[in-house]
């Protein structure tokens, strides 16, 4: 198994950037896919991007593409969300999440993840 905790979240402007972590701990001897998700209000928990375990293939929501920046760094079993231009309607709780897997597919549905961190709130102000 393994553990995600999420961090570096917070209260932005409009315009902002923020950069989330999530860093694993447990059975990170093994490969794991990487997803982050959010989920606002009222909302279903929604798809914001994917990386594959390499680092080499990663997958973007419309909602985000061109401002959001997934990354990886298997030393340290962290995964960076860079999040620029932040939009009031980016806010929620951003959720990362694991699956033990090489493939290099995008996996979109929550379903498809087995580990889940508990989540950090990103607020931007209007």
């Known amino acids: 198994q393994v553990q995600l905790v999420e961090s570096g979240g917070g209260l932005v402007q409009a315009g902002g950037s923020l950069r989330l972590s999530c860093a694993a701990s447990?059975?990170?001897?093994?490969?794991?896919?990487m997803g982050w998700f959010r989920q606002a209000p009222g909302k279903d928990r929604e798809f914001v991007t994917f990386?594959?375990?390499?680092?080499?293939?990663?997958n973007y929501a419309d909602s985000v593409k061109g401002r959001f920046t997934i990354s990886r760094d298997n030393a340290k079993n962290t995964v960076y969300l860079q999040m620029n231009s932040l939009k009031p309607e980016d806010t929620a709780v951003y959720y990362c999440?694991?699956?033990?897997?090489?493939?290099?597919?995008?996996?979109?549905?929550?379903?498809?993840?087995?580990?889940w961190g508990q989540g950090t709130q990103v607020t931007v102000s209007s």
């Open positions: 999440a694991a699956r033990e897997t090489r493939t290099n597919v995008p996996m979109t549905q929550a379903h498809e993840y087995d580990y």
């Open positions: 447990g059975r990170t001897d093994r490969t794991y896919a």
């Open positions: 990386i594959s375990w390499s680092g080499v293939f990663t």
